[in-house]
């Protein structure tokens, strides 16, 4: 059993910073790729920025020069640092781990419940 449990979401100024935490538990061996997703109201969820198990770092074109993406592996959290938010980054955010429990066995794909993440004056 694997958990993702996010955390730091909450209500910001536009032009403000947030950072997001996403802490893995349970049987976990290793992690490999994280990412972070977030679906704002009445839209699909959207990729937001990942990080693979080598630290290459990628982000949507929205997101780029302002959010960044990165991991404490001993720790096994990750975390998106967010700046100059704006009303259009609105959103639940979730994480997104590829995780492994066994490593004779496939990894899993976790994720966390949310947090959610408003920008408004």
């Known amino acids: 059993q694997v958990q993702l449990v996010e955390s730091g979401g909450g209500l910001v100024q536009p032009g403000g910073s947030l950072r997001l935490s996403c802490a893995a538990s349970?049987?976990?061996?290793?992690?490999?790729?994280v990412a972070w997703y977030r679906q704002a109201l009445g839209k699909q969820r959207e990729l937001v920025a990942t990080?693979?198990?080598?630290?290459?770092?990628h982000y949507a074109d929205s997101v780029k020069g302002r959010f960044t993406i990165s991991r404490d592996i001993a720790k096994k959290t990750m975390y998106l640092q967010m700046n100059s938010l704006n009303p259009e980054d609105t959103a639940v955010y979730y994480c997104?781990?590829?995780?492994?429990?066994?490593?004779?066995?496939?990894?899993?794909?976790?994720w966390g419940q949310g947090t959610l993440v408003t920008v408004s004056s």
């Open positions: 349970g049987r976990i061996f290793s992690i490999h790729a």
């Open positions: 990080i693979t198990g080598g630290g290459e770092t």
């Open positions: 997104n781990a590829d995780v492994v429990s066994d490593p004779l066995r496939p990894s899993l794909d976790a």
